[in-house]
């Protein structure tokens, strides 16, 4: 989906959230009340300056609008694969921008973030992973790492992970097995302005990503794991 039409139906017609190139930003009124609006559009390619742009804004409304809701709209295909980002130090920039959504949590800001269209790798990781929970539409895509580049990096026959990928959402894109995995809460279907008032109402602020995933069936030891290590603190 394009993020007008989505804006129009969260939001509707009236709405001031703007594009500037890739980078969608704009403080909305929903249920009379001010929400801070930060994403990505056209599949964009995550650099430093889309990044900084990012947590410029997530700062912004922390120091001017302290416990102001925030909602991350995500289509990306990931980090810049550029040497000039490279250089300049892509990877401490989107920890940066990981970094300022984690201090907007812990300010009090309830962060909500909306797959929409693509999440693909650190682009995702460092916005809607990050946030108290994210959704999606069911008709978006994600993914961390497409299997030829997963058998590159384990060293694992691609038929082998092709075979896993049938039964395991751990080596499955889609978001049906990020559902499964606990990364996405739920799918927004048809009422995506109630979605997004039930959110904003009911999503945890503690890390419940591995509790889903085993309930769910989609990572069955995470959870457990998890637990061990806090009781042997």
């Not at 490279?86 to 990877?91: K, V, W």
């Not at 300010?107 to 682009?123: F, K, M, P």
């Not at 990364?183 to 927004?188: E, F, H, V």
Request: proline share 5%.
């Amino acid at each position: 989906m394009d993020w007008q039409p989505l804006a129009d139906q969260l939001f509707g017609s009236g709405h001031s959230l703007r594009a500037d190139g890739d980078f969608l930003a704009g403080t909305v009124s929903f249920d009379g009340r001010p929400l801070t609006v930060i994403g990505t559009t056209n599949h964009a390619p995550i650099g430093v300056r889309l990044a900084l742009a990012q947590a410029r804004l997530v700062l912004d409304t922390i120091a001017r609008h302290p416990g102001q809701p925030i909602l991350l709209l995500i289509d990306t295909q990931g980090q810049q694969l550029r040497r000039r980002d490279e250089l300049l130090g892509i990877n401490r920039a989107m920890a940066h921008l990981g970094m300022c959504i984690d201090l907007a949590r812990r300010r009090g800001h309830r962060v909500v973030g909306l797959v929409y269209e693509q999440a693909l790798s650190g682009g995702f990781i460092t916005s809607g992973l990050i946030a108290d929970a994210c959704y999606a539409l069911p008709e978006a895509e994600i993914r961390v790492m497409r299997l030829p580049a997963m058998a590159r990096i384990t060293k694992l026959a691609p038929e082998l992970l092709e075979n896993l990928s049938r039964t395991n959402p751990v080596f499955a894109p889609g978001v049906e097995n990020y559902v499964a995995m606990g990364g996405i809460r739920a799918l927004w279907r048809r009422d995506l302005a109630g979605a997004l008032r039930a959110a904003l109402a009911d999503s945890p602020t503690d890390d419940q990503r591995a509790r889903d995933g085993a309930s769910r069936g989609g990572r069955q030891r995470a959870a457990s794991v998890v637990q061990r290590v806090l009781d042997a603190a």
